[in-house]
C-alpha cells in the first residue's frame, strides 16, 4: 500500500540577505508516512523541522524556492494550483502550530474560529462527513462537537470567550479542535507541547493519542523534546542543519542510536538515572551557520568519532539495521547492509 505522505529529495532555500545567495534550510529529506502511524522529526532549533513542515502545507513564504517531490494520497502537493492547495490544507491536511495566542485571532470568539475552518472547506471536507453544505448554525455546532473531543469543558460557554480569557492548554486544546474539526487524515504538530507544564503537556499528548486512535490520524510530530516524541511515535527522523542524519523505528532510535548527533542529544538530556552530582554531558561547539556549511558532513566540526572521509563528501544514509537509517561514514560497513 503506497504511503499517505510521500517526500522525495526535498529542499528548501531562501536569499540571504544580499539577496545573491541562497541558504540551503531544508537538504535533500526524504520521509514517508503511512496511513495511522505517527513519524517525529526531532532536532535543535534551526535544523530545518518548521522549514519542512511549512513546505509540505504550501505555506513558506514567496521568496523561498523549494525543490523535490511530495506526494500526499498520489497527489504531488508543489506541482498541484493554489485552489488544489487551499482545498487540501485545513481539510485534508492540518497543521497545530507552535504558538497559540498567535495562532489565534484575538478579536474573533475560538468557536467562530473553528466554524470558520468548516465553512471554508466545507467543499473539500473528509469524505467520512456526508454533509458538505453546511449553516452557519451547524457549522457551530460541529465547533462545539470538536472542542468536546478534546476535552474542554463547558464547550457550549466556553466556544464564546476569546483566546485571551483562555490558559495556555486550553488555546492548544482550540487549536487541536480547529486541526480535527474537518476530520483531516494527516496532522502535522509543529512543537504542540512546548509552552506547556510537564502536567498539560501530558494531557496534550494524551489526548493526541486519544484521537489518532479514534480518526485513525496520521501524524508529523515535530519536537525538540526527545522524551515527548518516544511517547507518541512509531518512527523518528534525527535532522541536523537540513538533512536527516538518523532515520528508524522510534524504540530502535532512541535506545541504540547510530548516528554521534543522536548519542548526543539523548547523552544531555536527563533520567531517572542521571547522577545529579555531576554536569549534564554536552555537545561541544555550535550548529554551523546555513551560510557556511562544512563541505562534508554537517556534524564533523562538533564530533568526537570524525575521520577523514567525513570532511570530503555528504554522506548518505546507511542501513544500520533493518528500517534504521543512518548517515555516518564512521558505521562499520561490514556490519551494515546497503547504502541507500
Excluded at 522525495?8 to 539577496?19: I, K
Excluded at 479514534?214 to 541536523?240: K, T
Excluded at 555531576?278 to 557556511?292: A, H, K, Y
Amino acid at each position: 500500500m503506497p504511503p499517505l505522505l510521500e517526500v522525495n529529495c526535498l529542499t528548501v532555500r531562501f536569499p540571504a540577505r544580499d539577496g545573491r545567495l541562497l541558504v540551503p534550510a531544508v537538504r535533500e529529506v526524504s520521509l514517508a508516512l503511512a496511513a495511522g502511524e505517527v513519524l517525529g522529526l526531532v532536532g535543535e532549533s534551526g535544523s530545518g523541522k518548521s522549514a519542512t513542515a511549512l513546505a509540505i502545507m504550501r505555506l513558506l513564504p514567496p521568496q523561498a524556492r523549494v525543490e523535490g517531490v511530495i506526494r500526499y494520497d498520489g497527489r504531488d502537493l508543489l506541482a498541484a494550483s493554489d485552489t488544489d492547495m487551499r482545498d487540501i490544507r485545513g481539510a485534508r491536511i492540518a497543521m497545530i502550530f507552535q504558538e497559540p495566542m498567535t495562532a489565534l485571532n484575538p478579536v474573533m470568539r475560538v468557536g467562530d474560529q473553528i466554524a470558520e475552518a468548516v465553512l471554508a472547506h466545507a467543499a473539500a471536507r473528509s469524505p467520512l462527513i456526508a454533509k458538505k453544505k453546511l449553516t452557519k448554525h451547524e457549522a457551530c455546532n460541529l465547533a462545539v462537537d470538536a472542542m468536546r473531543h478534546v476535552r474542554i469543558p463547558d464547550p457550549e460557554r466556553r466556544s464564546r470567550d476569546y483566546p485571551h480569557q483562555l490558559s495556555g492548554g486550553m488555546r492548544q486544546r482550540v487549536m487541536i479542535a480547529m486541526a480535527i474539526v474537518n476530520r483531516p487524515q494527516l496532522l502535522i504538530a509543529d512543537e504542540p507541547t512546548t509552552a506547556l507544564d510537564v502536567t498539560i503537556q501530558a494531557q496534550i499528548l494524551a489526548l493526541l493519542a486519544d484521537l489518532r486512535r479514534q480518526f485513525n490520524l496520521a501524524m508529523l510530530f515535530i519536537s525538540h523534546d526527545l522524551a515527548v516524541v518516544s511517547q507518541v511515535s512509531d518512527r523518528v527522523a534525527v535532522m541536523y542543519s537540513g538533512s536527516i542524519v538518523e532515520l528508524g523505528p522510534a524504540r530502535q532510535v532512541l535506545t541504540s542510536p547510530a548516528h554521534p548527533y543522536t548519542r548526543g542529544l539523548l547523552n544531555s538530556a536527563p533520567t531517572l538515572r542521571t547522577d545529579r552530582t555531576r554536569p549534564l554531558p554536552t555537545i561541544e561547539g555550535t550548529v554551523p551557520s546555513l551560510t557556511s556549511l562544512p563541505p562534508g558532513c554537517a556534524f564533523e566540526p562538533r564530533c568526537g568519532f570524525r575521520i577523514a572521509d567525513c570532511t570530503r563528501a555528504i554522506p548518505p544514509l546507511i542501513e544500520v539495521a533493518p528500517q534504521h537509517l543512518a548517515r555516518c561514514p564512521v558505521i562499520n560497513k561490514s556490519e551494515v547492509g546497503s547504502q541507500k
